[in-house]
């Protein structure tokens, strides 16, 4: 595809990535306020199978957008914009509760340097086919009687135990992968802590923002502050969306 530079003065799209063991209904409570502020909006689904696939996949979705683009990516979905978000086009980066990954960088060997959080007692994995393989894949997912508590613990009980039961598990595969790219080296970006999060230890998320030089805020939430706090998270969103439009 040819380069497309955007246009600065341009509004952008905000592209809402979600993370593992979610989907975008993840952001339904942050969609409709930023509508509401007048911003265009697109939360597609990740494959969740490989980070590199991902990661190209969500480039994909960034690549036909004709304007620029400002990435928010929660939880997994930070690693994914970290590398999709050296497309030309992309203004701008915001992590919620995410992984901030350096070059050449796993998600494993980033959250092995700080204690375990409450998810590594709570995962589950299953095999799953893998086309043109006789090794099968491992779908990594979170105990549905334990996901309340340690992804969801402000969120709305019924809701959690909706999405204990709906989950998009994560491969395996894409805890080993190293990110290529890391793109915060240069495009402006900001993050979000969630201060009770008991699926990626806060000091995972302080770390990476920290490292990256981020403009940060801390939110005293649980791992999913999207619906917890979703007036929080559009500030931040807007905030992003306001410094890359001249």
Not at 3 to 23: K, M
Not at 39 to 55: I, M, Y
Not at 108 to 134: H, I, T
Not at 162 to 189: C, G, H, I, N
Request: aromatic share 6%.
């Amino acid at each position: 595809m040819p380069h497309r530079p955007h246009d600065p003065a341009a509004a952008p799209t905000v592209v809402l990535v979600h993370g593992a063991f979610a989907d975008a209904s993840s952001f339904s409570r942050v969609i409709p306020e930023l509508l509401a502020r007048g911003l265009e909006v697109l939360a597609p689904a990740v494959p969740n199978r490989s980070l590199l696939g991902d990661c190209a996949y969500i480039a994909s979705v960034v690549r036909r957008i004709a304007g620029p683009v400002v990435l928010v990516g929660h939880s997994y979905g930070g690693a994914v914009i970290t590398v999709a978000g050296a497309e030309d086009n992309v203004a701008g980066l915001v992590y919620l509760a995410g992984y901030a990954l350096e070059e050449g960088e796993s998600l494993g060997e980033l959250q092995g340097r700080f204690p375990d959080s409450d998810l590594a007692g709570a995962l589950v994995y299953a095999p799953f086919p893998v086309a043109g393989s006789a090794t099968p894949g491992t779908d990594v997912s979170v105990r549905a009687d334990a996901f309340p508590a340690v992804f969801a613990a402000d969120v709305d009980p019924g809701l959690a135990s909706v999405l204990a039961v709906s989950q998009r598990p994560l491969a395996a595969q894409a805890f080993a992968e190293a990110a290529p790219v890391a793109a915060w080296r240069t495009k402006p970006s900001w993050g979000l802590v969630s201060s009770a999060d008991h699926t990626i230890n806060p000091e995972v998320q302080r770390y990476g923002y920290r490292r990256a030089g981020m403009t940060t805020v801390e939110v005293d939430s649980s791992h999913l502050v999207m619906l917890a706090h979703p007036g929080r998270v559009a500030d931040l969103i807007h905030e992003a969306v306001r410094a890359v439009t001249r």
